[in-house]
């Protein structure tokens, strides 16, 4: 049976304060009752003390009587708390007794005490017992007193309605902090299951494709308010996902729409006798071509990027002689630009996949050349920390605006959007690099201002442990 978590915490809160609650009257009863008891004993002591006591000064030295009157007093008010007592003089005579004074009494104190206690206390096995206590006064003993009670101990009429008034509070606090509990519960429950509640019903819509909805619900709990940033979050990545995929489509049917266009307009043109099919037309339809093999290539290559089950070749390589490698390649480029390019720093050799970070390397250096102005400059670093190694790319072209850098490294994004495919590529290039990079378990990451140039830097592990 499913039950809903407003009725699970509801129960879970009554059933723990139940627990509580009746653990703690049952311990604090426990408790209690032990103290008392103690009490009592201490009390009883202290009352046999006094006894001994009040009836040591009931002796007169002067005419070797005792006071009976006085001693009779004080018998009988012992009589009714419980303690039957004899009076004996040194000579072992008898000066009074409580059981010869009212013998009835004496029975029926003896028969109340000892059912109350059995009724209410039948394990502690009393019974009355006798002891026997000197009667002295300045050093001298005047005698003797024989007390006999209820032992080891006993409680009075009062002492009982006092424990069963305590038990009567307890009980009161106990059903008063369970319904208590029970409203707590409740309400606690409503407060926590209304923010979880409309977090379901949102991630339904999000589920069926609404990702610009987002929970606005605000809570003051942190756990709930984590997870309701974390489904915010999750409809916000959904939504650029879509967003990404709409424009991918977007871009390749753009990319491939124009030299297909070109190729059909030259090839009706040949076919239909307008234009002769000279070499010059071919090529430019060969050119054509190209591009869109060009384009279908980077499509396939960031698709294995992007696989699961890309398999890198790693080897031990030399980072600063591929990155070398590279800046090579295009010195064709730097000389007609008349661009002065400087690299400096070494590194360590480190496990990678040579043509992939050789890749990565190329397209770095080709938008550093691209988008250099004439005479400018390229400065290449690079460098190794602790746990990496890695190389920076730094021009004085022309920059990237503040709010284009978080989205130039997702595909076709291009930052300038005068440029055409014959100056700004498939716009492909970066978002390759950056696959390649986070497949090694790097970190790519660019800084730029507008007319003062760009530099990017890729991170690369030593121990094969990813930086992210």
Known sequence: MMYSLKTKLSLAIIAVVLVTVVLISFLANVFIAGQFNNYIIRQQDLKKSELVSSLSRQYDK???????????????????????IKLYDTENNLVWDAQKHDMSLCFQVIEEITKRMEEKYPSINGEFISKTFDLTRDGEKLGYVNISYFGPYFLNENDFQFLDALNVVLLSIGIFSVLLSVLIGVLLAKRISRPIFKTVQITKRIAAGSYKDRIEEKTKTKEIDLLIRSINQLAFSLEKQENLRKQLTEDVSHELRTPIAILQSHVEAMIDGV???????????????????????DLENLHKLDSANLRLNKSEIDLAEIVQKAVKSFDVAIKEKKLTVSISGNSSNILADADRISQTAINLVSN?????????RISVNIFETKNSVGFSI??????????????????????????NRNTGGSGLGLAIAKSIVEAHGGRISVESRVNSGSRFEVLLPKNNKSLN
């Open 62 to 84: 002067n005419t070797d009587t005792w006071n009976p009157e006085t001693v009779h007093s004080i018998g009988m008010s012992a009589l009714y708390e419980g303690y039957i």
């Open 275 to 297: 234009w002769e099919p000279t070499a010059e037309r071919l090529q430019s339809c060969n050119d054509e071509i190209k591009r869109i093999g060009s384009l279908v290539y």
């Open 368 to 376: 550093a050349v691209k988008y250099s102005k004439e005479g400018g």
């Open 394 to 419: 730094a021009d004085t072209g022309i920059g990237i605006p503040e709010s284009e850098l978080p989205f130039i490294f997702e595909r076709f994004y291009r930052a300038d959007k005068s440029r």
